[in-house]
């Protein structure tokens, strides 16, 4: 009797085993992808991003590896688990100066047939060309960075003045309102930057270099004219009339909070940043100046043009990822249109397909983006070259040598700095 009653349990029990192993089976055949990103700064957002992938690619379990915020920190994380060829690695994000890098250690695999020339396209052309190495694509641009200048619009205002369109304008204009506010009892400084020894600085000073018709390094001839006399007038103008002239002698120790402080502290009148000032700066928590900023593209000197120092991220995919095609679906639907309007509107992100600059929620959300596309559309890439860390380490040390002390002699440091820089390049060779 005890036994006939453990039969209807086995039985049913029998019956149920496909359906326990179904299910399992359906579990081990999801397709794992590892993607490895920074800490981000508004993470609900991301997490909004990732549940609406993993929702609608069932068959794709998607593993986040959180990195640090700092991009050399994140630099360092990921390529030690590039050199080490890991397995557990399928996608990961890219500064806009790693594409080169990455492509020449053989890191990054090469998106030939998977983003056709259709689809890159419809990008910023300056964000293609960041990820472009010897003729192939490494990476899709995600969102853009690009320097901007920031001013004081009541001031301008109060005492007449356009936003300058050239360098020599704006330190004018920034002399005359300084001395006007000193009237006034007010004490105020003419401009903001980032003139520390860091990236920073080959950014903003690469803004001069170019709008003075200078390059870092020739792109047509890849020739290092760092040491040619557009640049080291640029420099010069930097050295002599920005340091401690109408920017305070502080701003040689200045990153981009340093720098962005003293402007939203009502303490400048011109400010250097990337776009994510925008929001700072107009928020009455935050800003002693909100609802009297401007923003406009930045200046250039008499006979060049306006140009600004490309930054932002691209997402790339390993070479020695296992799982190359559902790596490629995560890539197209994060850097797709939808998700860029998501994070534009929701993180303040500036998108790298043009369509979202005229995307009416976009604009409503980020008014600035209107004004913006056209400083997109001038940014420039620094070179591009596998060994940029150690040219940006020559740069870095050089800039920073010359723009801090009033009796350096530039025209010699930017020859012996352009000499270094020809000895790194040749390794490349």
């Given at each position: 009797?005890?036994?006939?009653?453990?039969?209807?349990?086995?039985?049913?029990?029998?019956?149920?085993?496909?359906?326990?192993?179904?299910?399992?089976?359906?579990?081990?055949?999801?397709?794992?992808?590892?993607?490895?990103?920074?800490?981000?700064?508004?993470?609900?957002?991301?997490?909004?991003?990732?549940?609406?992938?993993?929702?609608?690619?069932?068959?794709?379990?998607?593993?986040?590896?959180?990195?640090?915020?700092?991009?050399?920190?994140?630099?360092?994380?990921?390529?030690?688990?590039?050199?080490?060829?890991?397995?557990?690695?399928?996608?990961?994000?890219?500064?806009?100066?790693?594409?080169?890098?990455?492509?020449?250690?053989?890191?990054?695999?090469?998106?030939?047939?998977?983003?056709?020339?259709?689809?890159?396209?419809?990008?910023?052309?300056?964000?293609?060309?960041?990820?472009?190495?010897?003729?192939?694509?490494?990476?899709?641009?995600?969102?853009?960075?690009?320097?901007?200048?920031?001013?004081?619009?009541?001031?301008?205002?109060?005492?007449?003045?356009?936003?300058?369109?050239?360098?020599?304008?704006?330190?004018?204009?920034?002399?005359?309102?300084?001395?006007?506010?000193?009237?006034?009892?007010?004490?105020?400084?003419?401009?903001?930057?980032?003139?520390?020894?860091?990236?920073?600085?080959?950014?903003?000073?690469?803004?001069?270099?170019?709008?003075?018709?200078?390059?870092?390094?020739?792109?047509?001839?890849?020739?290092?004219?760092?040491g040619e006399p557009p640049a080291v007038e640029a420099v010069r103008f930097v050295r002599?009339?920005?340091?401690?002239?109408?920017?305070?002698?502080?701003?040689?120790?200045?990153?981009?909070?340093?720098?962005?402080?003293?402007?939203?502290?009502?303490?400048?009148?011109?400010?250097?940043?990337?776009?994510?000032?925008?929001?700072?700066?107009?928020?009455?928590?935050?800003?002693?100046?909100?609802?009297?900023?401007?923003?406009?593209?930045?200046?250039?000197?008499?006979?060049?043009?306006?140009?600004?120092?490309?930054?932002?991220?691209?997402?790339?995919?390993?070479?020695?990822?296992?799982?190359?095609?559902?790596?490629?679906?995560?890539?197209?639907?994060?850097?797709?249109?939808?998700?860029?309007?998501?994070?534009?509107?929701?993180?303040?992100?500036?998108?790298?397909?043009?369509?979202?600059?005229?995307?009416?929620?976009?604009?409503?959300?980020?008014?600035?983006?209107?004004?913006?596309?056209?400083?997109?559309?001038?940014?420039?890439?620094?070179?591009?070259?596998?060994?940029?860390?150690?040219?940006?380490?020559?740069?870095?040390?050089?800039?920073?040598?010359?723009?801090?002390?009033?009796?350096?002699?530039?025209?010699?440091?930017?020859?012996?700095?352009?000499?270094?820089?020809?000895?790194?390049?040749?390794?490349?060779?």
């Amino acid at each position: 009797m005890r036994l006939r009653g453990i039969f209807p349990t086995v039985l049913f029990l029998l019956l149920l085993l496909p359906i326990f192993l179904s299910c399992t089976s359906s579990r081990e055949e999801k397709t794992v992808i590892n993607f490895v990103t920074w800490k981000p700064n508004i993470p609900e957002v991301w997490d909004e991003i990732y549940e609406i992938f993993e929702r609608e690619n069932p068959d794709i379990k998607l593993i986040r590896q959180i990195g640090p915020h700092s991009s050399t920190a994140f630099h360092d994380m990921l390529t030690q688990k590039l050199k080490n060829q890991s397995t557990d690695l399928d996608v990961f994000l890219m500064d806009v100066i790693w594409p080169p890098e990455f492509a020449a250690a053989g890191w990054a695999m090469p998106l030939e047939g998977l983003f056709s020339k259709e689809e890159r396209d419809k990008f910023l052309e300056g964000t293609i060309l960041a990820n472009t190495y010897r003729g192939k694509v490494y990476g899709v641009p995600l969102f853009i960075d690009a320097g901007v200048l920031y001013y004081r619009k009541d001031l301008l205002e109060r005492y007449g003045y356009q936003p300058p369109e050239t360098w020599e304008d704006l330190v004018e204009i920034a002399e005359a309102i300084v001395e006007k506010e000193k009237k006034r009892g007010v004490e105020i400084y003419g401009y903001s930057g980032q003139f520390k020894q860091y990236e920073g600085l080959v950014c903003d000073m690469m803004e001069f270099i170019l709008s003075n018709n200078g390059w870092i390094i020739e792109p047509s001839s890849d020739r290092v004219t760092i040491g040619e006399p557009p640049a080291v007038e640029a420099v010069r103008f930097v050295r002599d009339r920005i340091i401690g002239k109408v920017a305070p002698r502080g701003v040689l120790t200045y990153q981009e909070p340093e720098s962005l402080d003293l402007f939203i502290q009502g303490k400048a009148v011109f400010h250097r940043n990337w776009p994510y000032a925008w929001k700072v700066s107009g928020d009455p928590e935050k800003s002693r100046i909100a609802g009297n900023v401007g923003i406009a593209k930045l200046p250039h000197f008499r006979g060049g043009k306006s140009y600004s120092t490309l930054g932002g991220w691209q997402v790339g995919i390993s070479s020695y990822s296992p799982n190359r095609e559902a790596a490629w679906r995560f890539v197209r639907f994060l850097t797709s249109e939808r998700v860029q309007k998501l994070i534009a509107l929701r993180a303040g992100k500036a998108p790298t397909r043009k369509s979202l600059y005229t995307d009416p929620d976009v604009l409503e959300a980020n008014p600035h983006f209107k004004e913006m596309k056209e400083v997109f559309l001038s940014a420039y890439p620094r070179p591009r070259s596998p060994l940029y860390p150690a040219l940006s380490n020559l740069l870095q040390r050089y800039l920073s040598r010359v723009i801090s002390r009033p009796d350096s002699d530039i025209q010699r440091e930017a020859q012996e700095t352009a000499g270094k820089m020809k000895e790194v390049l040749s390794l490349a060779e």
